[in-house]
């Protein structure tokens, strides 16, 4: 199985429009009118939501190119860069096994 193992990436992932039409968006207070500040505002809120809901994720993938992702929400990076190391280590020591037998 961890012959299977590609790579292993670590990630953010996030939702780019609302960060583009946050700042397009926030481009309408230089129109200094009513409709310009709400639309700043709007996109201020948009701009906010965009760097809240940014997500660290832990990317498996496969020889076969299917991944499996999980969020690393709660684990320092410290701990993240041992789990990734881990996996790493325990699949060198595999293929080692596995051409030792050879």
């Known amino acids: ?9 670590i990630v953010y992932v996030d939702n780019r429009i ?3 039409i946050g700042i397009i ?3 309408g207070i230089f129109t200094l009118n009513v409709i310009g500040l709400a639309c700043a505002l ?11 809901s940014k997500k660290h ?8 190119s299917r991944s499996i992702d999980f ?5 320092k990076t410290k701990q993240i860069m041992r789990f990734v190391d881990q ?7 595999y293929e080692i096994e ?3 037998k050879i």
């Open 18 to 20: 609302y960060l583009i």
């Open 98 to 100: 596995l051409f030792s």
């Open 1 to 9: 199985m961890l012959n299977e193992i590609a790579t292993i990436e």
């Open 57 to 64: 994720v832990i990317s498996i993938i496969s020889s076969a």
């Open 71 to 75: 969020e690393t929400k709660g684990l």
């Open 25 to 27: 968006l926030c481009l």
């Open 42 to 52: 709007f996109g201020g809120g948009l701009l906010a939501y965009y760097f809240l």
């Open 87 to 93: 996996i790493e280590s325990a699949k060198q020591l």
